[in-house]
């Protein structure tokens, strides 16, 4: 049947409320990152370019610069772990945890450890395990996930939030105010900090000349959750380096007018080694985890510039798809056009599994143009979708394209199809008994054929 | 599993036909001209920092006057800053306490600490392990208030990451924390300071 793609009945079976949720919150991200774009820069397009340039360049000569991060950070008192899969750094994280007898610990936002769903893991292993940030915090309450990748509760209103911190005892009554319901959770979460001694983190970026990696918040969550705590463990994808210092100011300039709209994000801190000796507040020691998890196979493969992402959702914002259907629709951790680059290459052999979400796009190039890192996405949606084609993938939703094939391919089958495309208008096509033809103008109005004619007009123009 | 990684990601980069050059470029090109309209720093910190809902003072008076008119009371002040702010608000009628009690943390409405410097360009207080007395003293309370000297504010943003120095932690503040996670309305003070004051001394 046509439309029947997975993604596509998601998004049919999601209610009014949590589409609108999705779609006011998606279109005002591209907005505020147009306006501010626009108004700050010329030409933001030489901005974006650069850094597609330097991420191009660090990806690969990556084997160069993740040893000279590693021996940056390892000099600075920093103890360097390397993971080959989820797992690898789940159990990598837990024995670092019980080294330090760590049994709570609060954790800010990582997409990296959503990609290997690393608090239940914590979790059934007996260490309390809290998201610190706000809609990250709120998705747990819930046993949600995320469904975007800067604004992980863009599918969620004020009304259920207030319900949930009822049914959880965060707040005794039910108040959707956004103020109250932000008070409300400032209150819970500093007390849990102040009991933390482990905080979580990703990294937005690690400079692989002086190792320093970056955290951007907007809540000041992470700084919080790291003052008290003794032990710092930072998730980090290999792909996340970035050669030298001077680069920051590219991608600084990018990530936040890109996410969020914002010039930078309220906090953005450096970090390269545990807390100095005169600082009362902060880790005593830092661990710093890179993982591949998949990585190494994306780098290898002809998709390789999706390793460029610096996870900032503007293609998730801007696309036509994802506003309609929701970051849940893809089934993954990653959402929207990038996610549907990443999470199959990510799934590696279970590709197939998710081998339909590279064909759940328009190609409007609309992601594309909004990526900070100049990402070509249809580019490589397209080479996806060979790859299913390649692997054989069964695809539920395939219309059969071969009779089009045979018209489009022979000019005098096609003159006589399109002049007698002519005679449907007289047909009573909608009750003509063909099960596909009746799905597809279940959903579609075909309008007048006008077949042949352009044939017809272009002959007596060039006898005129 | 350190050997496997490196052996993998060797496969796949030395198998390229051509290695993308590392690009040199002139850093003004990160530079916005219209946020840094303008020629003293400190007018066009100010402006920026507005912009994002901070507030630029450059008097202990208008800082005691903000917090007694706000009901901001009872504070933290780094001792080495007692004698130029704590004591001139500690006359002023507040109580200002020079020692950060860690257990009693949501006792201090303002907390006072020494910023390393400041960006013109985008508004931001840095704050850096070195030199700030404690980091919770600038998250914990409702207020807070980083001091910094007008020497100190670098133009742009690639100037104060050239400028990094030592510190194995520093900050950018640039406004109050915030949040837009309930559908995208903005709050100040999630976790952190609802009002981000810098008072250049």
């Known amino acids: 049947m046509i439309g029947n793609q997975l993604i596509d009945q998601y998004a049919r079976n999601i209610t009014d409320e949590k589409q609108h949720s999705v779609l006011n919150g998606s279109a005002a991200g591209t907005e505020k990152r147009y306006q501010v774009l626009h108004k700050d820069y010329e030409d933001p397009d030489a901005l974006r370019k650069l850094a597609a340039s330097i991420k191009d360049h660090t990806l690969h000569h990556l084997g160069d610069y993740l040893t000279k991060a590693e021996q940056a950070l390892t000099s600075r008192g920093v103890n360097v772990h390397f993971a080959s899969t989820g797992d690898d750094a789940k159990q990598t994280i837990l024995e670092i945890l019980q080294g330090h007898g760590v049994t709570a610990l609060t954790k800010a936002k990582s997409m990296a450890a959503e990609e290997i769903h690393l608090n239940p893991f914590l979790i059934g292993n007996g260490i309390e395990c809290l998201e610190s940030d706000l809609g990250e915090f709120i998705i747990q309450l819930d046993d949600d996930e995320p469904s975007h990748i800067v604004k992980p509760i863009i599918h969620k209103n004020r009304r259920e939030i207030a319900r949930t911190f009822q049914r959880e005892g965060i707040a005794a009554d039910y108040n959707d105010d956004p103020e109250t319901i932000t008070r409300r959770a400032r209150v819970f979460l500093r007390e849990k900090y102040m009991q933390a001694q482990a905080g979580i983190t990703g990294a937005n970026f690690v400079c692989a000349d002086t190792g320093r990696m970056l955290l951007v918040t907007n809540e000041g969550n992470s700084r919080f959750g ?142 594309n143009e909004v990526c900070p890192v100049d990402i070509p996405i249809p580019d490589l949606l397209l080479r996806l979708r060979d790859k299913a084609h390649q692997a054989h993938v069964h695809s539920p939703a395939a219309i059969p394209m071969s009779p089009f094939a045979v018209l489009a391919t022979s000019p005098s089958l096609w003159r006589t199809a399109m002049t007698m495309s002519k005679a449907m208008n007289h047909l009573p096509i909608q009750v003509a008994p063909i099960k596909p033809l009746q799905d597809w103008l279940g959903q579609r109005t075909l309008p007048d054929s006008h077949g042949g004619d352009f044939r017809k007009w272009f002959k007596a123009r060039k006898k005129s | 599993m350190k050997e496997t990684i490196f052996a993998k ?193």
């Open chain 1, 226 to 367: 790291m003052a008290p705590a003794k032990v710092h463990i930072a998730l980090v994808g290999i792909e996340k380096l970035i050669p030298r210092e001077k680069d920051l100011a590219v991608f600084l300039n990018l990530l936040g007018r890109s996410a969020t709209g914002q010039q930078l994000t309220v906090y953005t801190e450096f970090i390269n080694g545990p807390k100095s000796a005169n600082q009362p507040d902060g880790p005593e020691h830092m661990h710093v985890v890179f993982m591949d998890n998949g990585r190494t196979d994306v780098l290898a493969s002809n998709c390789k510039e999706i390793l460029r992402c610096i996870r900032c959702g503007a293609c998730q914002n801007v696309c036509p798809v994802y506003r309609q259907a929701s970051g849940h629709a893809y089934r993954s951790t990653y959402g929207g056009p990038v996610g549907a680059v990443l999470s199959p290459l990510l799934f590696g052999d279970r590709f197939p599994e998710l081998a339909d979400l590279p064909k759940a796009s328009s190609l409007c190039g609309a992601c």
């Open chain 2, 9 to 201: 990601i060797e496969a796949a980069t030395s198998a390229l036909k051509t290695k993308a050059p590392l690009p040199e470029y002139d850093v003004a090109l990160t530079h916005s001209a219209p946020r840094l309209e303008g020629t003293d720093l400190w007018e066009i910190f100010s402006r920026n920092f507005k912009g994002v809902n901070g507030k630029p003072m450059s008097s202990v008076s208008e800082l005691a006057e903000f917090l007694k008119t706000t009901g901001q009371l009872h504070g933290y002040c780094d001792p080495a800053l007692f004698d130029t702010i704590g004591a001139p608000l500690a006359a002023a009628g507040l109580t200002v306490e020079t020692v950060y009690d860690r257990s009693r943390y949501d006792d201090y409405q303002f907390g006072i600490t020494r910023a390393t410097g400041a960006i013109a360009e985008s508004g931001t207080v840095i704050i850096d392990d070195l030199r700030t007395s404690h980091r919770l003293a600038a998250l914990s309370p409702w207020v807070h208030v980083a001091v910094l000297e007008r020497s100190e504010i670098h133009r742009t943003i690639s100037d104060a990451i050239a400028n990094f120095g030592d510190s194995p932690n520093i900050i950018w503040c640039t406004g109050p924390s915030k949040t837009a996670d309930v559908e995208g309305i903005l709050i100040e003070g999630v976790h952190g300071p609802g009002e981000q004051i810098a008072l250049m001394i």
